[in-house]
């Protein structure tokens, strides 16, 4: 490595002098030795799952002459999604609405032969209830054979599906732990580059809180070929950031 692409690789590493009394110390903050160097090195740890849970959104748009008749229409069809889900072994702590909604249509503004459009008032020409839950579908295999019973059922508007973990603690310990053995490489690369050794850790920062990246891979399997649905679930990329800050010294 060049000096050139050396002084670079090290733009974060200052030498820090002799700590005073007038310097002001945070609690987060650790005195280093004079002479001594600090290195800060961004990480990024990953681990890969197959998806456990996948959650979805399903519910039924009426529209009616009134706002009641929109909304019965609606609430019969309703009900007809929510006994389809519990005929699909869909727990009531993984349903929860999300939307319930009732808006007016109006008439669409006449057009001209000029082009222009009438400057006649719109008027309410009908009424658009709408009621959205949203599902967490815990076995997969089921999914494509849920959604078909949804829209039989009545559902006529369905998003989805986001993957992820039920539980996704022991992945996210995984991440956090590839982390920081990258940023201990980079940092003893960096230390012999520069003929300094790595003295210890003197603070690690998971950026912004801990925030999961999750990303639906190539798929990796089919779900229930034999469903009218298929789906695949493909896996998941769980990312974690750290900043990691170094003492290095001759």
């Given at each position: 490595?060049?000096?050139?692409?050396?002084?670079?690789?090290?733009?974060?590493?200052?030498?820090?002098?002799?700590?005073?009394?007038?310097?002001?110390?945070?609690?987060?903050?650790?005195?280093?030795?004079?002479?001594?160097?600090?290195?800060?090195?961004?990480?990024?740890?990953?681990?890969?799952?197959?998806?456990?849970?996948a959650t979805f959104s399903a519910g039924v748009t009426t529209r009616g002459q009134t706002?009641?008749?929109?909304?019965?229409?609606?609430?019969?069809?309703?009900?007809?999604?929510?006994?389809?889900?519990?005929?699909?072994?869909?727990?009531?702590?993984?349903?929860?609405?999300?939307?319930?909604?009732?808006?007016?249509?109006?008439?669409?503004?006449?057009?001209?032969?000029?082009?222009?459009?009438?400057?006649?008032?719109?008027?309410?020409?009908?009424?658009?209830?709408?009621?959205?839950?949203?599902?967490?579908?815990?076995?997969?295999?089921?999914?494509?054979?849920?959604?078909?019973?949804?829209?039989?059922?009545?559902a006529n508007q369905v998003n989805g599906p986001d993957f992820t973990l039920s539980q996704?603690?022991?992945?996210?310990?995984?991440?956090?732990?590839?982390?920081?053995?990258?940023?201990?490489?980079?940092?003893?690369?960096?230390?012999?580059?520069?003929?300094?050794?790595?003295?210890?850790?003197?603070?690690?920062?998971?950026?912004?809180?801990?925030?999961?990246?999750?990303?639906?891979?190539?798929?990796?399997?089919?779900?229930?070929?034999?469903?009218?649905?298929?789906?695949?679930?493909?896996?998941?990329?769980?990312?974690?950031?750290?900043?990691?800050?170094?003492?290095?010294?001759?």
């Amino acid at each position: 490595m060049t000096s050139k692409t050396l002084a670079g690789a090290l733009a974060l590493a200052l030498p820090l002098a002799a700590p005073s009394a007038a310097s002001a110390q945070t609690a987060a903050s650790v005195l280093m030795e004079q002479g001594h160097t600090l290195l800060a090195i961004d990480a990024q740890g990953t681990s890969t799952r197959e998806p456990d849970m996948a959650t979805f959104s399903a519910g039924v748009t009426t529209r009616g002459q009134t706002a009641s008749a929109a909304l019965a229409e609606n609430a019969a069809r309703m009900n007809s999604v929510f006994a389809a889900l519990k005929r699909a072994g869909i727990a009531g702590k993984d349903i929860q609405t999300r939307n319930l909604s009732i808006n007016p249509v109006y008439s669409q503004p006449v057009r001209q032969p000029d082009g222009s459009y009438s400057d006649d008032q719109r008027r309410i020409i009908a009424y658009e209830a709408s009621n959205q839950v949203s599902v967490r579908q815990r076995k997969l295999d089921d999914y494509g054979k849920v959604i078909d019973a949804l829209v039989s059922a009545g559902a006529n508007q369905v998003n989805g599906p986001d993957f992820t973990l039920s539980q996704p603690e022991a992945a996210e310990d995984e991440a956090r732990t590839a982390a920081v053995k990258e940023a201990r490489r980079r940092a003893d690369l960096y230390a012999q580059a520069a003929g300094l050794h790595v003295v210890r850790i003197l603070s690690i920062t998971e950026s912004g809180g801990y925030s999961p990246q999750i990303m639906v891979a190539a798929a990796k399997r089919m779900m229930a070929e034999a469903a009218p649905s298929p789906v695949a679930a493909g896996e998941l990329d769980i990312k974690v950031n750290l900043n990691v800050r170094f003492e290095l010294a001759p």
